[in-house]
């Protein structure tokens, strides 16, 4: 089984200020990772994965995550945030190999930032 | 593709009304997931489907909750008689291969 720890609930930050987002996991089984973005009154997108290779995958709108396999962890990055990513962002694991099954989600950040 | 489609996308009724929720996921998606979310417990998952099997009802929070999956492209979230705690935000998300999961834009219900 999976599961999965967003260190902050609540995450305050000014424009164009560096942000970083914590996500750890446990899982006895190899995964795929997940980042989504849930903006206000809106459903839940995608906003980057790692699936295998490169271990630092980026988003087209500036984020990045690490996979880092020996501190479980997937954390999410921006240098310079704008108003606009202000959101929740959850973090979600699969374990891969045998059935597909669901992701297990994190209760998920609330970024705000503020001008 | 249009996406998930869900709907209503607001529906408001009262204690002991019986409510159905529906969605339409991705043509060629082979999995259904049902999903709400409050403020109180954040998102939570309520059963999912493959193939319009269910596979996992771990999560449907009890016997007034029921969920359907007649063919490919349909599949309604049913609860009776509806309870004030039930108001949330309901979303439905489909998949395939990898687990990346598209989400719908979900429906806001309300019961008095």
């Known amino acids: 089984a999976q599961s999965v720890t967003q260190l902050d609930s609540q995450v305050p930050v000014f424009e164009e200020a560096p942000v970083e987002l914590r996500c750890n996991y446990s899982?006895?089984?190899?995964?795929?990772l997940f980042w989504y973005v849930q903006y206000p009154n809106q459903g839940l997108q995608l906003l980057l994965k790692?699936?295998?290779?490169?271990?630092l995958v980026e988003s087209i709108n500036g984020f990045e995550a690490e996979f880092n396999k020996s501190q479980t962890s997937f954390h999410l990055r921006k240098p310079s945030v704008h108003i606009s990513d202000t959101a929740e962002y959850f973090c979600a694991v699969k374990g891969y190999g045998g059935s597909q099954g669901n992701l297990i989600f994190g209760k998920g950040t609330k970024l705000s930032v503020k001008p | 593709d249009a996406g998930v489609i869900q709907s209503p996308r607001h529906e408001v009724t009262e204690m002991g009304q019986e409510v159905t929720l529906r969605c339409k996921p991705i043509?060629?998606?082979?999995?259904l997931f049902w999903y709400r979310q409050t403020m109180m417990r954040g998102l939570e998952l309520l059963i999912y489907f493959n193939n319009n099997v269910p596979i996992d009802d771990s999560g449907m929070p009890e016997d007034r909750f029921s969920a359907k999956m007649p063919n490919a492209s349909f599949s309604t979230l049913k609860i009776q008689p509806s309870e004030p705690r039930d108001s949330a935000v309901y979303f439905c998300?489909?998949?395939?291969?990898?687990?990346?999961?598209?989400f719908g834009p979900g429906t806001r219900l309300t019961v008095l």
């Open positions: 899982s006895s089984v190899s995964v795929y």
């Open positions: 998300a489909s998949s395939t291969g990898v687990g990346e999961q598209f």
């Open positions: 790692y699936l295998s290779g490169s271990t």
């Open positions: 043509s060629g998606h082979d999995y």
